[in-house]
């Protein structure tokens, strides 16, 4: 074989090596920055965690929310394999944090530093007036405030390809979409009721999901809270699966 078709196989050979080593290189750089990041949101996570006691019943049930947030989020990053997975991570710590900020709010404590912004929070909006609706014979009101009648937050994002309002409600009637990743035959009633007029939420909250493309409008690069990665799991069943709350 002639000398000079052999170093270059050689030479080509070196190269797609060498491409390989670097590609997996930046992956495995990609992947570790990712799990940094996302660890430093539930390292803060974790102090707010573990150095907030409830006052209230609203403060408790954001607490709650926000320690499963916590136990998600470290799941989350231990299992990451990818860069977009370790980034789902960061996303649950943040939505954590947001419920650790609601519980100091209700209880009139300063709400710390800013949070950086969740996925799909500017197009959902936020509720902007007290407002009662009746669905299905059942009074739901949301609220801009936390209060007796208005106890679990939501610090607003999309839901089963669906924009949610930040804010205070009577019910955590979106957690059967966050479990099952899809909304009841009943949600457009629901949202139409509660949100029409409503100056502070997004035109995309009102979209109809039957109609082509309205079940991922406003999604602006977010996606299911913890629907990948399965953090949320223990809201399947019970209280929130399908009985009390189905119909949504």
């Known amino acids: 074989m002639d000398p000079v078709l052999i170093l270059v196989a050689v030479a ?3 190269l797609i090596v060498l491409l390989v080593i670097r590609g997996n290189r930046n992956r495995s750089t ?7 990041d996302a660890r430093a949101a539930i390292d803060r996570l974790a102090g707010q965690v573990n150095n907030l006691v409830g006052s209230n019943d609203a403060a408790r049930q954001a607490l709650a929310d926000a320690g499963e947030r916590y136990t998600a989020a470290g799941a989350q990053v231990g299992g990451a394999n990818t860069p977009a997975q370790a980034r789902l991570a960061k996303q649950t710590a943040l939505e954590g944090l ?7 709010v209700a209880m009139d404590m300063d709400p710390g530093p800013p949070i950086p912004e969740l996925d799909g ?8 007036e007290d ?4 669905v299905d014979g059942r009074a739901l009101t949301a609220s801009p405030s936390p209060s007796d009648r208005t ?12 924009p ?3 804010g205070w409600y009577s019910e955590p009637w979106w957690k059967p979409a966050l479990v099952a990743g899809a909304w009841g035959m009943g949600s457009y009633l629901l949202f139409s009721s509660m949100f029409v007029g409503m100056a502070g939420v997004g035109p995309a909250v009102l979209a109809d999901p039957g109609v082509d493309g309205a079940a991922d409008a406003g999604a602006d690069g977010g996606g299911d809270f913890g629907s990948d990665g399965g953090g949320f799991g223990d809201f399947g069943g019970g209280d929130f699966g399908g009985g009390d709350f189905g119909g949504f």
Do not use: E, F, I
């Not at 947001?98 to 100091?104: G, I, K, L, P």
């Not at 929070?121 to 902007?128: E, I, K, L, N, Y």
């Open 151 to 162: 106890p679990n937050y939501y610090p607003g994002g999309v839901v089963a390809g669906r």
């Open 164 to 166: 949610v309002p930040a």
């Open 30 to 36: 990609a992947l570790s920055d990712a799990q940094a």
């Open 98 to 104: 947001y419920y650790a900020r609601a519980a100091r």
């Open 121 to 128: 929070q500017r197009t959902a909006g936020s509720v902007s």
């Open 131 to 134: 407002r009662t609706v009746d």
């Open 12 to 14: 080509v050979l070196a």
